[in-house]
């Protein structure tokens, strides 16, 4: 299959054809929803809460987040694989910024990468847009902010509130981002970014007129022990493993497993 290129992405915007992403944190999830025809796989910094038992992405290092990267990476061959800049990575300037992505680009082979907020990382999406590593935007609740935004909450709401998510936005389309991540922002204020950028909008939580729409595989599978209201679950794989391995434990407490067909007789 053709390779997900950058310059797809707008021209997918450009024909109405919404792009879909996952997350994706090692090489059996990520081959599964490339031959699925996934188009872009984010090796988000989100495996701090689904992967490592963290209560959110704040722990996560640059070094946890390159051996998912490089499996996921390798596994596919179609999808466009981006990968999160960590909390801590990117926010002191372009110089911190390029040296993380850098470093990620070239021992991962990941595709382009993705940081959070708007205005405040415009010359560090120009830097590394300059160095030849795409961008990708993250605006509204941005989970590295949490703290300081109080919760998981919806942002944009109200006149004032959407008037600065566009500006951001713009911001970080004219500092060369190449799409733009919206979560948790009211529908009416995502749809009306998706009008007045070039770049393709991804929404999570963002309502269904973004250009693209990006979960957590985990929600989106029912593997998690939580998911978010906006998230859909189109499967129960957690139930699905946990029968499997109640089923397996009671062939092998009841002497049933292994029979002979999974043995070597001689
Ligand atoms: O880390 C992540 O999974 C993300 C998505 C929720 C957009 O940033
Ligand atoms: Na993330």
Same mark, same amino acid.
């Given at each position: 299959?053709?390779?997900?290129?950058?310059?797809?992405?707008?021209?997918?915007?450009?024909?109405?054809?919404?792009?879909?992403?996952?997350?994706?944190?090692?090489?059996?999830?990520?081959?599964?929803?490339?031959?699925?025809?996934?188009?872009?796989?984010?090796?988000?910094?989100?495996?701090?809460?689904?992967?490592?038992?963290?209560?959110?992405?704040?722990?996560?290092?640059?070094?946890?987040?390159?051996?998912?990267?490089?499996?996921?990476?390798?596994?596919?061959?179609?999808?466009?694989?981006?990968?999160?800049?960590?909390?801590?990575?990117?926010?002191?300037?372009?110089?911190? %910024?390029? &040296?993380? /992505?850098?470093? *990620?680009?070239?021992?991962?082979?990941?595709? #382009?990468?993705? =940081?959070?907020?708007?205005? !405040?990382?415009?010359?560090?999406?120009?830097?590394?847009?300059?160095?030849?590593?795409?961008?990708?935007?993250?605006?509204?609740?941005?989970?590295?902010?949490?703290?300081?935004?109080?919760?998981?909450?919806?942002?944009?709401?109200?006149?004032?509130?959407?008037?600065?998510?566009?500006?951001?936005?713009?911001?970080?389309?004219? %500092?060369? &981002?190449? /799409?733009?991540? *919206?979560?948790?922002?009211?529908?009416?204020? #995502?749809?009306? =970014?998706?009008?007045?950028? !070039?770049?393709?909008?991804?929404?999570?939580?963002?309502?269904?007129?973004?250009?693209?729409?990006?979960?957590?595989?985990?929600?989106?599978?029912?593997?998690?022990?939580?998911?978010?209201?906006?998230?859909?679950?189109?499967?129960?794989?957690?139930?699905?493993?946990?029968?499997?391995?109640?089923?397996?434990?009671?062939?092998?407490?009841? &002497?049933?497993?292994?029979?002979?067909?999974?043995?070597?007789?001689?």
């Amino acid at each position: 299959p053709k390779r997900v290129r950058v310059h797809h992405l707008r021209e997918a915007k450009e024909r109405g054809e919404k792009l879909t992403m996952l997350t994706a944190y090692d090489a059996p999830t990520a081959r599964i929803f490339d031959e699925a025809g996934i188009d872009l796989l984010l090796v988000g910094d989100s495996i701090g809460n689904t992967m490592l038992g963290h209560e959110t992405t704040i722990p996560v290092t640059v070094d946890e987040l390159i051996p998912p990267a490089r499996a996921v990476a390798r596994s596919v061959s179609r999808a466009l694989v981006v990968v999160d800049l960590p909390f801590g990575s990117y926010e002191a300037g372009p110089e911190q %910024a390029l &040296a993380t /992505a850098v470093r *990620l680009f070239k021992e991962t082979g990941a595709h #382009a990468v993705k =940081l959070e907020g708007g205005r !405040r990382v415009a010359a560090q999406v120009r830097a590394l847009t300059d160095a030849g590593i795409p961008v990708f935007g993250h605006l509204g609740f941005t989970p590295q902010s949490e703290n300081a935004l109080g919760g998981k909450r919806v942002q944009g709401r109200g006149e004032d509130a959407a008037e600065l998510l566009s500006e951001d936005a713009l911001a970080l389309q004219d %500092a060369g &981002a190449v /799409a733009i991540v *919206l979560e948790m922002v009211p529908a009416p204020v #995502a749809a009306r =970014l998706t009008e007045i950028l !070039r770049v393709p909008t991804i929404g999570i939580g963002a309502g269904v007129e973004c250009d693209g729409q990006v979960l957590v595989w985990l929600d989106m599978a029912g593997m998690g022990d939580w998911s978010p209201r906006f998230a859909k679950q189109y499967a129960q794989i957690g139930q699905a493993l946990g029968d499997a391995a109640r089923a397996y434990a009671a062939d092998v407490r009841g &002497a049933v497993f292994p029979d002979d067909a999974h043995s070597f007789l001689q």
